[in-house]
């Protein structure tokens, strides 16, 4: 009977300690958790450990750790472990990969052009004009270009790093957006300019790497004012970018700072919620990633509000505004794939994606299909259907998975509904980027697709091996239906 009662008192006490050490380690957890999304929140949306891989978060989090101390955010030593631990112990050793799509689009090849220029081995802007069967190709040292047949026509030597190209059929001019400087710690080299009548003239300087630009009269006077996307710059990186507005209608440069979170990518110009005043919509990536609508309310005052938030991780890149449910209201697609900062493994979340407007202005996200890398969206009627597809381009595709992933053609065959088509022919140069026209007007999708000899990600050998014995730096082909 002793025995029995001794027994009895060891499974008990068993019991206990077990139960004891599994609250222990849930409180710890729990602890940890709490304390990633403080520090984490203090600068972008929490993260949580399963996105990475063991060695990809070491990586990040001493990067975090430097990125922490220029924001101020105070941790001490013993936080950082307790991080330290939650983040690579709560990770595996590898990512689950997306799966192969197995799909082929075969379209009809057009010409492919090898040059030796200034432009090579690094095409920085390519931009179709349909109305004016024109294509215009920039290089890295602002020389602008355009080509015609398999020839290239120096037109004007612009800005370093030309990003974007907008043509004025009236006068036939065109603006030049320049960064200035790819360097993220050399400030302020970036400019808008303007060619007209075989002159250039700067419009306005001094910005800190700016992608992107939108032009639109807000206040009625009959010049447009000019909407400025500033990616910023790596250090001072809370405040060194952001959207601006620029009044240059009274011949001097008014400036109004729209926002100042850095990596401001994208404007759209559109009325977001019907008021009858037209609206600003903005992505934004560079840590705290997120689409945010500035609500016009006149005087060239906007009031901020977040549609939508996502983890850095997510690397937000492009997106369109459509009517995608045909309710009435806006909705979104939206592409991430950015996989160049600190976490280069390849992630199953990146892709394309459509978010619905719901009621509450908030936006939700309907559908996704993944695609490593996504950078760029191309809306066209590629089999002329009458209903609007979607090309994706892709920076860092998964080659050794999907042959094509460079570029993925998305047909529409219903709301919400697309089928995706690889392009394997993309493959024949390591792509930096692409354009969608019709510059012979004969209704067909013509894909030009610009390459460089830059290796920024890992390929596979044959095929590095093709790119780098003969270099292909532009190409075109037409998708045939």
């Known amino acids: 009977m002793r025995i029995l009662r001794t027994s009895v008192l060891v499974v008990a006490l068993y019991t206990l300690l077990v139960s004891s050490c599994d609250h222990f380690i849930d409180s710890t957890a729990n602890k940890q958790e709490r304390l990633a999304k403080r520090i984490c929140s203090a600068c972008h949306l929490y993260t949580p450990p399963d996105l990475l891989d063991k060695t990809s978060w070491s990586t990040v989090l001493d990067a975090m ?90 037109l004007v030597q612009a800005g370093n790093f030309p990003v974007q190209l907008k043509t004025d059929k009236k006068d036939d001019s065109f603006e030049i957006l320049s960064m200035g400087t790819f360097n993220p710690l050399i400030p302020e080299f970036g400019s808008l300019q303007l060619f007209r009548e075989g002159q250039l003239m700067t419009l306005i300087d001094s910005l800190i790497r700016p992608v992107h630009f939108e032009k639109y009269d807000f206040n009625g006077d009959g010049t447009d004012e000019y909407i400025v996307s500033s990616f910023g710059m790596s250090i001072d990186s ?152 979607f090309l994706v381009s892709s920076l860092y595709p998964n080659l050794f998975l999907n042959k094509g992933e460079q570029l993925t053609l998305l047909l529409s065959s219903k709301p919400f509904q697309y089928e995706a088509f690889e392009i394997q022919e993309s493959a024949l140069n390591n792509m930096a980027l692409c354009a969608v026209c019709d510059l012979d007007q004969n209704g067909k999708a013509e894909i030009y697709v610009g390459g460089n000899e830059m290796l920024i990600r890992d390929h596979p050998d044959e095929l590095v091996k093709r790119w780098m014995s003969k270099p292909l730096p532009l190409y075109h082909y037409e998708i045939e239906y």
């Open 65 to 154: 750790r430097n990125e922490a101390h220029q924001a101020d955010v105070l941790i001490t030593k013993e936080e950082w472990s307790q991080l330290y631990d939650f983040y690579v112990n709560g990770s595996d050793l590898f990512l689950p990969p997306q799966s192969p799509r197995n799909l082929e689009f075969a379209p009809r090849r057009l010409d492919t052009t090898t040059f030796q220029s200034e432009l090579a081995p690094f095409i920085f802007l390519m931009d179709c004009q349909n109305k004016d069967s024109a294509f215009y190709i920039g290089g890295r040292n602002g020389q602008i270009s355009t080509y015609e047949g398999s020839v290239l026509q120096p």
């Open 238 to 389: 809370l405040h060194s970018g952001g959207l601006s507005l620029f009044d240059l209608s009274s011949g001097h440069t008014k400036r109004v700072q729209i926002s100042r979170n850095t990596g401001a990518l994208k404007s759209k110009i559109v009325d977001w919620n019907g008021d009858g005043l037209t609206d600003i919509v903005a992505l934004f990536a560079q840590g705290d990633e997120k689409i945010q609508w500035f609500e016009n309310k006149g005087d060239f005052n906007f009031e901020e509000h977040t549609l939508l938030r996502v983890h850095p991780l997510y690397g937000c890149n492009d997106f369109v505004i459509r009517d995608f449910d045909a309710d009435g209201d806006w909705d979104v697609a939206l592409v991430n794939g950015d996989n160049a900062d600190y976490s280069t493994i390849f992630k199953a979340y990146h892709g394309f994606r459509v978010f619905v407007n719901l009621e509450n202005g908030t936006l939700k996200e309907s559908l996704f299909i993944p695609i490593n890398g996504a950078a760029r969206i191309h809306p066209y009627d590629f089999n002329r259907d009458g209903a609007e597809d």
